[in-house]
């Protein structure tokens, strides 16, 4: 499985609900990565998407302790376990955690590659992901050349587990 994760210098996500920034070249990114995979996130993420709507043109599969939750479109599970099973034959490399931090949190055991969008700014935050920077199990293996949106200077880095 791999992680896409959009995260300021301190490795933050969002704040009360939502995401710290939108970047139009990043949105593009995200969809062009996940398009047509399966993706796997948790009922708060799905509730800050428009119209809680789930994203068109990939499977999608939300997380939540609710037992009667259900979403038009997508595939509710309610544990670890039941996500696993669920994807027992499915190519995990084409299988995205895409939040929020529970649930990244979660599922980075689960994950060899983490594609992370890193935005050289603070944000107030309440919601974090790893830093990956500080794993021993980590290591960046590719980043991309600096990208500006307005006063915003960010990079695309790949981190992969390191193999034992």
Same mark, same amino acid.
């Given at each position: 499985?791999?992680?896409? $994760?959009?995260? /300021?210098?301190?490795?933050?996500?969002?704040? #009360?609900?939502?995401?710290?920034?939108?970047? @139009?070249?990043?949105?593009?990114?995200?969809?062009?990565?996940?398009?047509?995979?399966?993706?796997?996130?948790?009922?708060?993420?799905?509730?800050?998407? @428009?119209?809680?709507?789930?994203?068109?043109?990939r499977?999608?599969?939300?997380?939540? =302790?609710?037992?009667?939750?259900?979403?038009?479109?997508? *595939? $509710?599970?309610?544990?670890r376990?039941?996500?696993?099973?669920?994807? #027992?034959?499915?190519?995990?490399?084409? $299988?995205?955690?895409?939040?929020?931090?529970?649930?990244?949190?979660?599922?980075?055991?689960?994950?060899? =590659?983490?594609?992370? =969008?890193?935005?050289?700014?603070?944000?107030?935050? /309440?919601?974090?992901?790893?830093?990956?920077?500080?794993? /021993?199990?980590?290591?960046?293996?590719?980043?991309?050349?600096?990208?500006?949106?307005? /006063?915003?200077?960010? =990079?695309y880095?790949?981190? *992969?587990?390191?193999?034992?």
């Amino acid at each position: 499985m791999q992680a896409i $994760v959009a995260v /300021d210098s301190n490795w933050a996500i969002g704040n #009360k609900g939502q995401l710290l920034v939108s970047i @139009p070249a990043d949105q593009k990114n995200f969809r062009n990565l996940t398009m047509g995979k399966t993706i796997v996130y948790g009922r708060k993420t799905l509730e800050t998407f @428009p119209q809680q709507v789930v994203l068109p043109r990939r499977r999608n599969i939300v997380l939540s =302790t609710r037992q009667d939750y259900e979403v038009k479109n997508a *595939e $509710v599970v309610h544990s670890r376990d039941e996500l696993l099973k669920l994807l #027992k034959d499915v190519d995990t490399s084409d $299988v995205f955690i895409i939040g929020g931090s529970s649930v990244y949190k979660e599922f980075l055991d689960d994950c060899d =590659t983490c594609i992370v =969008t890193f935005i050289d700014k603070e944000y107030e935050a /309440d919601s974090y992901f790893p830093n990956l920077d500080k794993l /021993d199990d980590w290591e960046l293996t590719d980043e991309s050349e600096e990208q500006v949106y307005f /006063d915003i200077t960010y =990079t695309y880095r790949r981190y *992969e587990r390191k193999k034992s």
